[in-house]
């Protein structure tokens, strides 16, 4: 039978995006990485999980195996106030909803406020998640310019001045792929510029307790809490497998997210939100999340190391205090799909960094590497690879 | 902020729905109730779950932490082979998809397939779940008859010769709210009308495994493969809150689905698949499945004595061999909201039948009565009171 007349409008803006052709050569025997995107499993704080089980198997009983409320887990969710407030931002039991990873949020706000043509404001490059996400919503993308200090609040007005806008979407924290920070100066400007133009932001936050120097910076949403839905993850420091994300928005769009995740997966699975309560009320996070810092900042600092020591001087580092990438920039015009192809041929693999844009001009030169994966010999060998490879695209 | 002026339009079919608010009055103190629809707790495989995580943690370690495939676990999906050969679908790993509960999969083929306006065709009654999955994509419904036997093949081949139809949606076994089960002769000639008219069936299959008496029938799926989504969970037979649904189909319409789903939440959590696979590996399935039955069997026996010694002869009971629910039709036009309001009152609750149609017009004078999560004592007293409740009207 015809399959293809079943589709529906909405699949033309989501076919097969080319980052998973490129991910897919990673797995070829002898090929060293850079270019995945994932915690690495040495993360998982192993030495725990079965104390974990055995408590929540203790505790909650068949309630960890029961439906549950769509909303989330009511020991988690108590749970994370105090995660919350940790970071600044103040709410209670009621103002945080738990969803399958964050990408269940963003789901949710591009399904709850997207009609075809609806305009999203993102940094330019973004996080190519949010993409997959809200494309199927078909969105019309809005990009704003950032530099090393993150979204340039002059964009950002300039934006809301020129477009009726459904949400702005940002990583400021460690940003995936580029790794920088928005700085405090511009989060104060841009909670302002928000206010002042009735916006509202979907804050992504998933790497911001993966500092490995400087000081902690503020989540927006503790400068415009009416105007903006932040949103976080377990995933990066207990277990991305788990898919526990978790969100807090002003009260009307969190009563509409609940509907709308109704009709999607009911609830997130009642036993690993259990799971992750436990972690949390154990003070498991505070006592294992300097292992995880220990394990990735030698990885950022040999890579850092490696990309001054190797690559040319027109090829810039953006500074990253955090997270899990690197982000490089060629010189004006370097073709960095070229580079890819040779890298391939030399077994290296990093992901070009013109797939974080919604504009296909933009980006030629960038490229995104990545740390968390690879130990530190291996990271030393990619970057020296790549920097092989780049001498024979100037020769 | 006017954060009503952000909402998609498709949330104008996504109102809170009234049987929610029925459900609510079920927690008040007091109230005896058939107004449920989830498994007991006592139907969980307990006492084999610390086993399972147990097992699961030595032997997939990390791995069941990680990120992984959207296409679902693989050792989960190589246990599910065996789990539809048992049901007549003879498939491999490659067939066989994982997503967040049926509901995950519900969410993915309406998202996958419905434009505004396109048309889905439903059973009247159907599935609540069904229509919460559908509702934000804003599809129009063409209803279709139903009886005893389920679906009425006239009625659906009426349905696909005047109207374009992107899929057909039953709940061919158990129906949820009737109960009721589509027989063997009329599954050949759906089969047949849908290949006849190249149309796509949706089969929902969540309750089948719970049978009380009588002969299996083959899903829909044996019998025209290449027209049919075959979607099954192991929410009844194992534990909801893990939230594992499957589904089988049509390999073009599998691969978008993947795409869809790494879009809604890139995949289902790992843990729970790999302690489903744990659980269907050890055989703990069909040594449980027994279990089931044996506290759900019962339950339904003492509903139907209860329906037949208790209520007047004119409210009649869908036949029923399994699942979770029975079906109770009034003489016509026998106002069933009116009824509600007087159980309330006498501390008794069901869920008014009328909610399970899209035509508002349609079902009033049915109930649906759920036997899963009361005992047996209760259910009869809920009978005797809803009885008593009925017997006040008619005076």
New interface residues.
Partial sequence: ????G??????EL?K?NAIREILKVVSKPGMVSVAGG??S??S?P?EI??EL??KV?TKY????????LTEGFIPLREQLVGLLAKRGIITDVDGINVA??S??VL?GVA?????KG?KIALEAPTYL?AL??????EPEYIRMDMDDQGLVPESLEETLKSHNI??IYLVPTFQNPTGRTLTLERRIQIARIIEKY???LVEDDPYSALRYRGEDIPPIKTMAP??VIYISTLSKVF?????IGFYVA?K??SQ?MV??K???????????QA?AAEYLEGNHLDTHLPNIIRLYKPKQEAMLAAIKKNMPTDFTCSPSDGGMFLWVTGPKGFDMMELYYKCIENKVAFVPGKFFYTDEAEGIETMRLNYTMADEKTIEMAIGKITDSIKTMSS
């Fill in positions: 039978m015809d399959y293809e079943l589709l529906a409008d909405r699949t989501m097969t994932i915690p499993e040495k998982f192993m999980i079965k089980t055995d198997l009983a068949t309630n960890a195996f029961q439906y549950d399958s990873g990408q269940g789901d399904k709850l406020m997207v009609s609806d998640g997959s996400a809200f494309n199927p919503y459904k949400f009735n916006a509202l009416d105007n277990a991305p497998g788990l898919r002003p009307f769009i509409w509907l709308v109704q009709g999607v997966d009911l609830h997130t699975s009642t036993f690993n799971l």
